[in-house]
């Protein structure tokens, strides 16, 4: 199935990477809490992993042209193990959707409207985010166009009005983790960074695939920058313990700053660049898992299979309608869930392509002797 007639531009691509590794806003204080002044080496580790994929993907991209990684998995796997990968990672892209949008509902609930009904604000995110995924990836991403900037304004000022209380000794001491807690603190970013394997849906539909590593480069690294600032910034100026306390330490330094009598909060900026965010990463992530259905359900349109799926979402978010229940998930299942599909899914692709490749070249040798 060719891809050509939808279009998605480098800077789509570069912005798509910045928002879902920026929207790491969440995971500061589970990071700081396990590694504390050294949560960049868990960053570091995470990012290592995350480049690693990225080539992975981008070599069975140029291999397998205008090819998602549903269809190029059923291609060097076969039917049966193919149909079983596909499955997984359609699992995968609606799991994510699904943890953002419990993560919002918890947010809005806990910190911004703790009157209002949690399912409310999961049903309007699937509302928007379904109508999007039956308009098509083209439309999802120019959504990039608005929201990355506005992303980047947010985090630019929370740091910026938040300096005159920041203090660089709450940076100290570091160096305080041996390598197996830096490891174990290091499942949680590596597991975010590595849903950027949705490289292997967009990379069909990019106008130029032969340029999209360097671009995911630069996205994934912006957004690493911008998240390390952000983390730094928390734990200068709230300190390392109110930091790995406060489960929105991003939401706090937000509420902090004043700008004199005209301006005095920033809460609403951030909560509406995070809403954003959130809605543009539910809604393509929603748009793989639904691309993934439509191998098993090739005569349902997108639409259908968009709708489908947006109501088992949506009905899936009573089974954690506390935020205890949504931090156990985070601790337990999911984190390593994903860890299986990213690390050992897309590496065991990988492989088996590049082991088949050497075996078609070795019984071409033997044939043309």
Not at 49 to 57: A, N, Y
Not at 112 to 135: C, K, Q, R
Not at 359 to 369: N, P, Q, R, V
Request: net charge positive; with cysteine.
């Amino acid at each position: 199935m060719a891809h050509m007639k939808y279009q998605i531009s480098s800077r789509q691509v570069l912005y798509t990477f910045f928002i879902i590794v920026s929207l790491s806003a969440g995971l500061p204080s589970s990071l700081i809490n396990a590694l504390g002044q050294d949560f960049w080496q868990g960053i570091i580790i995470a990012l290592a992993m995350d480049l690693l994929l990225g080539w992975f993907l981008f070599k069975l991209g140029l291999q397998f042209k205008e090819k998602t990684i549903f269809e190029y998995s059923e291609m060097i796997l076969g039917k049966i193990v193919g149909k079983f990968y596909i499955a997984l990672f359609s699992l995968f892209f609606f799991l994510v959707a699904f943890d953002l949008i419990v993560g919002q509902m918890s947010f809005f609930s806990s910190v911004v409207m703790p009157e209002t009904p949690n399912f409310i604000f999961a049903l309007g995110v699937l509302l928007v985010s379904t109508y999007a995924v039956s308009a098509g990836i083209e439309t999802i991403v120019r959504l990039t166009e608005f929201f990355a900037p506005f992303i980047l304004g947010a985090y630019l000022f929370i740091v910026i009005f938040n300096f005159d209380e920041m203090n660089i000794h709450h940076l100290l001491p570091m160096f305080q983790h041996s390598l197996a807690e830096v490891l174990q603190g290091a499942i949680l970013p590596t597991y975010w960074f590595g849903v950027c394997i949705i490289m292997g849906v967009i990379m069909a539909y990019h106008n130029n695939p032969q340029k999209i590593f360097k671009i995911k480069i630069k996205g994934v690294g912006l957004g690493v920058l911008f998240f390390m600032i952000m983390v730094f910034s928390a734990i200068m100026s709230l300190g390392v313990q109110v930091s790995a306390e406060q489960k929105f330490s991003i939401f706090v330094m937000a509420s902090m700053v004043r700008i004199g009598d005209f301006f005095e909060r920033l809460e609403a900026f951030m909560v509406a660049s995070w809403t954003a965010g959130v809605f543009y990463i539910v809604s393509l992530f929603q748009y793989a898992g639904v691309e993934g259905l439509r191998i098993f359900f090739p005569k349902k349109s997108r639409t259908f299979l968009a709708v489908g799926t947006g109501i088992a979402i949506f009905l899936a978010t009573f089974l954690l309608p506390t935020s205890h229940q949504l931090m156990a998930y985070r601790q337990g299942f999911y984190p390593y869930f994903c860890l299986a599909v990213e690390l050992g899914g897309v590496t065991s692709l990988y492989l088996v392509f590049v082991l088949k490749q050497k075996f078609k070249e070795a019984g071409k040798k033997t044939s043309d002797e």
